[in-house]
C-alpha cells in the first residue's frame, strides 16, 4: 500500500522552529544554520529538478540526503516525516549524491600519496611486527565484531565487555 505522505516539507522555517538538539538527530549531526551554510558552500543547484520532475531547493535536497544517510529508515518512513513522495526522495538523495561527487569529488580522492601510502603502510606493518603482531602485512585494526572468550581466572576486566555482558576480545585486522 502507498504509504500516507505527511510530515513536513523542510524548509528554512521548518529546520528554525526545530531544536539544534532534534535537529542534530534528525540530520547527522549538523544544526539548521550548518545545513544551510553547507548548501551555499556546496554550491548545490537550487531548485533541483529531477528526472521525473519533482523539485527540491537546495537546502531541502542537502537536508534529505543527510537525514537519509544518518538513519537506517527506509523511504516510506522518510515520506511520512518530509512530505515527498518515496520516489522523489530517492531521486532528490541520489542526484543530490551524484552532484556532490562530480563536484567535489576529487577532493574525496583516496590518499595514495600520504598517510596511506605503500611506504607508510609498509613502515605501519613493520612496526606492528616489532610490537609481536605474528605477521608482517598488518598494517592496522579496525573495530569489529566481539568475539566471545572463556572467563580468565586472571585480569577479567582486560577483556570483559559491560556492553554486550561478556568476556571477549574485538581484532580485525588490516593487511597491505
Known amino acids: 500500500p502507498q504509504p500516507e505522505i505527511?510530515?513536513?516539507r523542510i524548509t528554512e522555517d521548518y529546520l528554525e522552529g526545530l531544536s539544534e538538539a532534534e535537529c542534530v538527530?534528525?540530520?547527522?549531526t549538523v544544526?539548521?544554520?550548518?545545513?544551510?551554510?553547507?548548501?551555499n558552500l556546496l554550491e548545490l543547484p537550487?531548485?533541483?529538478?529531477?528526472?521525473?520532475?519533482?523539485?527540491?531547493?537546495?537546502?531541502?535536497?542537502?537536508?534529505?540526503?543527510?537525514?537519509?544517510?544518518?538513519?537506517?529508515?527506509?523511504l516510506w518512513s522518510l515520506a511520512t516525516k518530509y512530505a515527498q513522495p518515496q520516489l522523489a526522495i530517492s531521486q532528490i538523495v541520489n542526484?543530490?549524491?551524484s552532484f556532490i561527487n562530480s563536484r567535489w569529488g576529487h577532493l574525496l580522492d583516496w590518499d595514495h600519496e600520504g598517510?596511506?601510502?605503500?611506504?607508510?603502510l609498509r613502515m605501519y606493518?613493520?612496526?606492528?611486527?616489532?610490537?609481536?603482531?605474528?605477521?608482517?602485512?598488518?598494517?592496522?585494526f579496525i573495530d569489529c565484531t566481539i568475539r566471545q572468550t572463556c572467563r580468565p581466572g586472571?585480569?577479567?576486566?582486560?577483556?570483559?565487555?559491560?556492553?554486550?555482558?561478556?568476556h571477549g576480545m574485538k581484532f580485525q585486522g588490516i593487511v597491505v
Open 125 to 140: 606493518a613493520d612496526a606492528l611486527h616489532a610490537f609481536s603482531t605474528p605477521t608482517h602485512s598488518v598494517f592496522g
Open 154 to 166: 586472571t585480569n577479567q576486566d582486560l577483556v570483559y565487555t559491560g556492553y554486550k555482558k561478556c
Open 6 to 8: 505527511g510530515g513536513h
Open 31 to 39: 544544526t539548521a544554520h550548518e545545513l544551510s551554510h553547507l548548501s
Open 25 to 28: 538527530w534528525r540530520f547527522s
Open 46 to 74: 537550487g531548485p533541483l529538478i529531477t528526472r521525473s520532475g519533482y523539485r527540491a531547493t537546495a537546502l531541502e535536497s542537502l537536508a534529505l540526503l543527510c537525514a537519509w544517510l544518518r538513519s537506517p529508515e527506509d
Open 115 to 120: 598517510l596511506l601510502g605503500p611506504a607508510n
Open 95 to 97: 542526484e543530490t549524491a
